[in-house]
């Protein structure tokens, strides 16, 4: 069984930074590609990036191409998202989720494990 615990949320001014981590149980991580989401007050839950099973290919929505940057540490079984120049409209809980046929895709359905969340809070 897979399981995804994101650690790193807090409160932040605009144009901070902070480092999201996403720490993954399961024998089967290393074939899993990973990404985040994050769902903001009164919005749906919406794509942020994600990382393929070799961490050699990436995807990002256009809202945080350039500032965030995703990474994973297979080995510590840890997937990393840095987040600078941070926005008030950054604010929302970011999940990390596991998608078990490996690819970066921003499509949810696809994710089928799923952590509890993290509070991201950036005050302008």
């Known amino acids: 069984q897979v399981q995804l615990v994101e650690s790193g949320g807090g409160l932040v001014q605009a144009g901070g930074s902070l480092r999201l981590s996403c720490a993954v149980s399961?024998?089967?991580?290393?074939?899993?590609?990973v990404g985040w989401f994050r769902q903001g007050p009164g919005k749906e839950r919406e794509f942020v990036c994600a990382i393929n099973w070799s961490g050699g290919r990436t995807s990002y929505a256009d809202s945080v191409k350039g500032r965030f940057t995703i990474s994973r540490e297979n080995a510590k079984k840890t997937v990393y998202l840095q987040m600078n120049s941070l926005q008030p409209e950054d604010t929302a809980v970011y999940y990390c989720?596991?998608?078990?046929?490996?690819?970066?895709?921003?499509?949810?359905?696809?994710?089928?494990?799923w952590g509890q969340g993290t509070q991201v809070t950036v005050s302008s």
């Open positions: 399961g024998r089967t991580f290393s074939s899993y590609a």
């Open positions: 989720a596991g998608n078990p046929d490996g690819n970066a895709s921003g499509w949810r359905r696809a994710y089928a494990h």
